[in-house]
């Protein structure tokens, strides 16, 4: 086999920049800290139904309300304990992007699709923690801000790439201002939290 063949990127696969690659660690990393955090407590929590995770600082920032209550577990076991997976394969395909890795279409699909599912359920943890529950979580929002920033990159990334087929103008879009829209999604969250306890967070 010759050096050219060698250095040619296999057909049918595509790549990524390293600051993209980085930003893929970056994100699965802090997921990966909150679920981890928040998975220890929870394990103190159920030794010992006394014990106040330190993240409970009034009776809004109240961790231990939101790991005690039902949405903590809604697919039977605790939920950071799907974050400690899906996190950790995060980081690995960024890992692997700054090793060079190239994958298929049908993998940056799933890593979409997996990452679609991500903010879906973070928006709906934030809804129940806001109306329903009546506490706030900040390891969870830290898990809720990578996941947001993970997806709307992701989809950039497929979108400029042709793996998600987009007109030229939207393409451009993404090309140029992705940041906006995770600004945009994690402003509003923000302010959700603001007005939901307006008269806690200025009395």
Same mark, same amino acid.
């Given at each position: 086999?010759?050096?050219?063949? !060698?250095?040619?990127?296999? =057909?049918?696969? $595509? ?5 993209? &690659? ?7 990393? &802090? ?27 009034? =009776?809004? !920032? ?13 697919? @039977? ?5 799907? @974050? /400690? ?6 980081? #690995?395909?960024?890992?692997?992007? +700054? ?9 940056? /699909? ?15 943890? %934030? ?5 329903? $529950? ?11 801000? @990578? %996941? ?15 793996? $998600?087929?987009?007109? #030229? ?11 906006? +829209?995770? !600004? ?7 302010? +959700?939290? +603001? ?9």
């Amino acid at each position: 086999m010759t050096k050219a063949a !060698v250095d040619d990127p296999a =057909p049918g696969t $595509i790549g990524a920049s390293r600051a993209f &690659a980085w930003l893929l660690v970056i994100t699965g990393a &802090a997921g990966l800290l909150a679920a981890w955090v928040i998975t220890i407590d929870k394990f103190k929590l159920l030794e010992d139904p006394g014990f106040t995770p330190g993240c409970s600082l009034n =009776p809004v !920032v109240s961790c231990g309300n939101i790991m005690k209550s039902d949405q903590a577990s809604v697919f @039977g076991f605790p939920n950071p304990m799907l @974050g /400690l997976v899906a996190y950790g394969m995060v980081i #690995a395909i960024g890992v692997g992007l +700054l090793a060079g890795a190239r994958y298929r279409r049908w993998y940056w /699909l799933g890593l979409n699709a997996g990452t679609l599912f991500g903010v879906v359920f973070c928006a709906w943890l %934030t809804y129940q923690s806001l109306y329903e $529950i009546n506490a706030l979580c900040l390891w969870c929002c830290l898990a809720w801000v @990578g %996941t947001i920033v993970m997806f709307w990159y992701v989809t950039s990334h497929n979108v400029r790439h042709g793996v $998600i087929p987009a007109p #030229a103008g939207l393409r451009t879009f993404f090309g140029e201002f992705t940041w906006v +829209l995770p !600004v945009l999604h994690v402003g509003i969250i923000g302010m +959700l939290i +603001l007005t939901r306890w307006w008269d806690f967070w200025t009395g």
